[in-house]
């Protein structure tokens, strides 16, 4: 019943910074958390921020200090904010929403999936 899309993806240099969008459908959008993910080839997905609807974050240690989340529930939409990227940010990066108010670093934990933007940082 949700619908998730990813938007924003693309290429930039290294100790640069780019910010990446999910738009969420549906009237539930400001009671669910969401999460960042990403992918490359080779590896299983792994977690990159999660936000819950209360906006309480939770980071991996790889992106701490560097990304933000946020998200705006007017808009029904969340938010990665990526500042000082290096080529090892490089992935899709997938954007979910979980059925639950609270956040999760689980990618097994969310419920709707979008369909994952490229974030290529060049070296």
């Known amino acids: 019943q949700v619908q998730v899309e990813e938007s924003g993806g693309g290429l930039v240099q290294t100790g640069g910074s780019l910010s990446v969008s999910c738009a969420a459908s549906?009237?539930?959008?400001?009671?669910?958390?969401m999460g960042w993910f990403r992918q490359t080839p080779g590896k299983e997905r792994e977690f990159v921020a999660t936000i819950s609807a209360f906006g309480s974050t939770d980071y991996a240690d790889s992106v701490k200090g560097r990304f933000t989340i946020s998200r705006d529930n007017a808009k029904n939409t969340v938010y990665l904010q990526m500042n000082s990227l290096k080529p090892e940010d490089t992935a899709v990066y997938y954007c979910a929403s979980r059925r639950s108010r609270y956040g999760s670093s689980r990618s097994y934990e969310y419920d709707y999936w979008g369909q994952g933007t490229q974030v290529t940082v060049s070296s």
């Open positions: 549906g009237r539930t959008f400001s009671n669910s958390a």
